[in-house]
């Protein structure tokens, strides 16, 4: 029978011929990912009070990003306990290499039809590579870290298919707040496939924006099934896909709950209002906003291609006055990117401040915090009160491209604007 991708993913991980949805299934974990946040300092102790072990350290990976670099003893402690929980686990550990979502990525540990947890409600970025993955909590975490499975009851699929281009200037975050807006964010129970032209033209730090914005929406994680520009992906990575790539995509007669179809090219550059991703309109809908601080960084907004977006505004031009522009990078592969082909010195130049890979500032942590009466426009994925810092903070949400344009207006601006004009 026709089955869509997450149907097909979900039986193999149930040992099934096939699931429906709302079925309840027991589920074979391929592989499970926390941080320093919410995994040693949350498991550990749960762990020793089971008198359990890791059922398979080989499938478990630990980054440490929220912690870092240490700001307090508080920190400093929660860094070291993840230091020794991992090494006494025998567990893959990537210490201050950047953002968990981003680090998993890099290093090629999500493939195509794979089952994933992760321990963080990001984690849908992993559907970026054609695979099932979704954040839970500590205590799902613990029992998966010990039996190698979870429950879950199986999803509905909702196809998402975006046809035309993008317009420069538009990005992969515009596309998720629009959704935001549109469809709302209590989509629980439901899986977002993503899919048309607009979609396979996209890099995969884009379509990773597509899946980890699921969370965002409410749903149960995003997907975009695999091709050429994922196999090149993990080629990259050093772990190239060695499966039969052709089953991991849905049927062409498979059933979905609905199809959307949106026009690509009709998008504009979105901005969300404080204090939701719902919140979303077009920017040139706003009224002139002014702007405390710009910051560009997250899973969702400082890989190179974000980096990159930013520094097409910026390049000669300068950060307005009254105006602070932070930048951290998603990793620390994305400096040593960043560095090589001149955008780090295309941004310093502008006026933006680097700081330490991590998630710092988007969440409420280290550099970066607002201050009661601030405002900030980011490229997070959320702007709920006190997210950033003072609950008392206005929160603005964009991509990239517009961060940079509001950073050198002093006000939120349209990145067209700028990108058509010679600076």
């Not at 149930?14 to 949350?42: F, K, Y």
């Not at 965002?216 to 050093?238: F, H, K, N, P, S």
């Not at 206005?394 to 604007?417: M, N, Q």
Request: proline share 5%; charged share 20%; with cysteine.
């Amino acid at each position: 029978m026709s089955a869509t991708l997450v149907d097909k993913i979900l039986a193999r991980a149930s040992g099934q011929e096939r699931v429906v949805p709302g079925e309840i299934i027991t589920a074979g974990i391929d592989l499970l990912m926390m941080h320093d946040s919410g995994g040693p300092r949350r498991v550990a102790p749960r762990l020793e009070k089971l008198n359990a072990k890791v059922w398979d350290p080989s499938r478990v990976v630990v980054v440490s990003d929220h912690f870092v670099p240490a700001v307090d003893i508080e920190s400093a402690e929660i860094l070291a306990l993840t230091r020794r929980w991992a090494r006494d686990a025998g567990v893959r550990h990537y210490d201050m290499q950047g953002i968990c979502h981003v680090v998993l990525q890099e290093h090629g540990h999500v493939q195509p039809g794979m089952f994933c947890l992760g321990g963080d409600s990001h984690s849908c970025s992993g559907g970026a590579f054609g695979a099932y993955m979704i954040g839970v909590g500590a205590t799902d975490i613990t029992g998966a870290l010990v039996t190698g499975q979870t429950w879950l009851k199986v999803p509905d699929t909702v196809r998402m298919q975006w046809n035309g281009a993008l317009a420069d200037g538009v990005s992969a975050k515009d596309i998720l707040l629009f959704l935001c807006a549109t469809l709302g964010m209590g989509n629980e129970g439901l899986v977002f496939e993503y899919c048309g032209e607009a979609v396979e033209r996209m890099p995969m730090a884009e379509r990773m924006v597509l899946c980890n914005m699921a969370a965002e929406l409410g749903a149960e994680t995003g997907i975009v099934a695999a091709d050429a520009t994922t196999l090149a992906a993990l080629a990259r990575a050093g772990r190239p896909f060695e499966g039969d790539l052709g089953h991991w995509r849905s049927d062409p007669d498979a059933s979905y709950l609905h199809r959307y179809r949106f026009d690509a090219d009709a998008l504009a550059p979105q901005v969300a209002a404080p204090h939701s991703p719902a919140n979303s309109r077009p920017v040139g809908d706003y009224a002139p906003v002014r702007i405390d601080q710009a910051y560009v960084g997250a899973c969702t907004g400082a890989k190179l291609s974000d980096l990159h977006m930013a520094a097409r505004v910026l390049a000669g031009r300068k950060v307005a006055a009254g105006t602070r522009l932070l930048v951290a990078p998603a990793s620390a592969a994305t400096i040593t990117e960043a560095s090589a082909d001149g955008t780090l010195q295309t941004l310093t130049e502008a006026g933006a401040i680097i700081l330490p890979s991590g998630c710092g500032a988007c969440a409420g942590m280290g550099a970066g915090m607002l201050a009661a009466g601030e405002t900030c426009i980011a490229t997070t994925a959320r702007n709920f009160k006190g997210r950033m810092g003072s609950a008392q903070a206005d929160v603005y949400l964009a991509s990239p491209y517009t961060v940079a344009a509001t950073a050198v207006a002093g006000v939120l601006r349209d990145p067209r604007e700028l990108l058509a004009e010679s600076p």
